[in-house]
């Protein structure tokens, strides 16, 4: 977890709190994801597909870290 911490610190300090703040997923990207998160609930994900899934919650929490890390700058400052 040290990696995702240390790579939320930089990108927070490299990036307009703000602008992350507004940082969301493409429409298309969200339906993918809904789609993965369905396919796993009915059991019929593969496990490239499930792969897929792993690599999308990844991101989300790192994004989720590095805009956590904005905002504690933001109110630090």
Known sequence: MRILEDAAQTLSKAIDPRKLASLRASKATSQRV????????????????????????????????????????????
Do not use: C, F, P, W
């Open 34 to 77: 809904e789609s993965l998160v369905q396919k796993l609930k009915d059991g019929g994900i593969t496990k490239a597909e499930k792969a897929e899934l792993e690599q999308y919650q990844m991101l989300n929490q790192i994004m989720s870290l590095v805009k956590a890390r904005a905002r504690m700058a933001a109110v630090s400052a």
